[in-house]
């Protein structure tokens, strides 16, 4: 059983397109997150969803929309793809406390070309 | 506002001999502090934290971290290396005020010689 899965592992797409990545998570967990990796392996919080909504945003392009249509459910939608989105995109989630460890999806590799 | 610092990009070490991964904190009020480990191409795994109590956390994988207050460190060790511990590792602290959003040290990159 996968505790957190995301579709698709890779994406590979041109500059301007529009893409969606999704995120489930069966842990039964109230908080679901994005992250970026970029090239250097650095990992940014993008945003935050506790019982579907939105706790936090980091300064990130209103391009991306988070989306979740429940708790154990986060998408991302991209829209107007740019050549500097190309990384690795993480969903995770945990229980709202601060002592609670993360779980991490496989993640989604995003090139844009 | 809370921080991790990691102050090595590469580590080195020989198979069989004991490894440190360094990390630093820089925090208000008590620390929780967290260690994650990312394998080539996959996610990022949880190996182990420190709430409170006793300075020496054991975690996943033989994995163990001494929180030491004085020095505001916590450093990753493990008395005998294996080749499979060769990956990447992120120490971790969580925000204190937006529930536990994470902020990630740059990570240390092992790579355990056979």
């Given at each position: 059983d996968t505790a957190v899965s995301q579709t698709p592992k890779y994406l590979v797409t041109q500059m301007g397109n529009d893409k969606s990545i999704k995120c489930e998570q069966n842990?039964?967990?109230d908080t679901m997150y994005w992250y970026k990796q970029d090239s250097k392996k650095f990992l940014k919080i993008m945003f935050s969803y506790n019982n579907k909504e939105l706790i936090i945003n980091e300064?990130?392009?209103?391009r991306f929309s988070p989306k979740s249509p429940d708790k154990a459910h986060l998408n991302l939608h991209i829209n107007?793809?740019?050549?500097?989105?190309?990384a690795v995109y993480f969903c995770a989630s945990s229980l709202r406390t601060p002592a609670g460890e993360q779980f991490f999806g496989p993640g989604t590799r995003l090139t844009v070309l | 506002a809370q921080s991790v610092a990691q102050p090595e990009d590469q580590v080195n070490v020989a198979e069989g001999n004991p490894l440190t991964v360094k990390c630093t904190y820089s925090v208000s009020g008590n620390p929780y502090l967290f260690w994650y480990v990312q394998y080539p191409n996959r996610g990022l795994q949880f190996l182990l934290k420190y709430i409170?109590?006793?300075?020496l956390v054991k975690g996943s994988y033989g994995f163990e971290a001494e929180f030491n207050k004085s020095q505001t460190s916590f450093h990753l060790k493990k008395p005998s290396a294996l080749v499979s511990d060769s990956a990447l590792y992120f120490c971790a602290v969580p925000s204190s005020n937006t529930g536990n959003q994470f902020y990630f040290g740059t990570g240390t990159s092992l790579t355990v010689i056979p």
């Open positions: 842990l039964g967990h300064t990130v392009p209103n107007s793809l740019e050549l500097g989105d190309s | 409170t109590g006793d300075n």
